[in-house]
């Protein structure tokens, strides 16, 4: 398995709070894994830091076999360039429209024309089902459309690696529905490694390879999907069933729920 990233003996304290413990795992080139936890568990905090926004008490970050813990930020600059990023809520500047939003990331880091950078806008709306929408503002937007807008804006790069923050958050099943079909196209399409935090388990089973399970700051599963169903893990197979921890639920139990067969 080729490693795009590499997280080794992460700690992080907010204060005198541990929030990460010894955090050790990789994520492998090319596929959509998944970091899952509860509420609490450490994964944005983890994202946080893989992007660079945050620097842990101790431990290694590689990225492309690139310690960026120990790059400063306008070494992080480059680093960025080669990532896109959808944060929770989409993060959309309100004060510009839609194509002026996707347009960012292109104007502050290239020399590109104007007109290059207009097609370029047109083809990533095109990309996330915004044809004809890049001169609304995002007020002017329901959820799922940001969301999407918010994509746009993350590939405009044609980055490497693509980072989701909750993507589904906040969400009808229909429009979530919508939005992982998205993102398994991107996959397909651009080759491209995605690390997708959620807690949204319709979602998982549609767009993961590959999952990474926090709870309480520590690493208690990696590997791939069909590993992690067949977990006899108790936290793990209470997880995807969405019951209380319940050493009664056998590896596969979870499937049975969901399913309706006895």
Do not use: W
């Amino acid at each position: 398995m080729e490693k795009a990233i590499e997280v080794k003996g992460l700690v992080t304290h907010y204060g005198t709070r541990e929030i990460l413990k010894n955090v050790t795992f990789s994520i492998p080139r090319g596929m959509t894994t998944v970091i899952l936890g509860g509420s609490g568990s450490g994964k944005s905090t983890l994202l946080r830091h893989i992007i660079g926004l945050l620097k842990p008490t101790k431990g290694n970050i590689f990225i492309n076999e690139r310690d960026i813990t120990s790059l400063s930020e306008i070494e992080m600059i480059d680093v960025r360039k080669k990532m896109g990023v959808l944060f929770q809520g989409a993060a959309l500047l309100n004060s510009l429209t839609v194509s002026d939003n996707v347009a960012l990331p292109v104007t502050e880091h290239t020399k590109l024309q104007g007109s290059t950078i207009d097609i370029m806008v047109r083809m990533k709306l095109d990309l996330v089902g915004l044809s004809g929408s890049g001169g609304l503002y995002p007020s002017q937007l329901s959820g799922g459309m940001k969301k999407r807008a918010g994509i746009a804006r993350a590939m405009a790069l044609d980055p490497d690696l693509l980072f989701l923050d909750e993507p589904s958050a906040g969400l009808d099943p229909v429009t979530a529905a919508g939005l992982d079909e998205l993102i398994v196209r991107l996959k397909k399409v651009f080759k491209i490694t995605i690390v997708v935090v959620t807690h949204e388990l319709p979602s998982i089973h549609i767009i993961a390879d590959y999952a990474v399970m926090l709870n309480r700051g520590e690493i208690v599963f990696t590997g791939t999907m069909d590993e992690l169903k067949m977990s006899d893990d108790p936290q793990i197979v209470s997880f995807l069933a969405r019951r209380p921890p319940d050493d009664s639920l056998a590896p596969g139990d979870y499937l049975k729920t969901i399913t309706g067969n006895s």
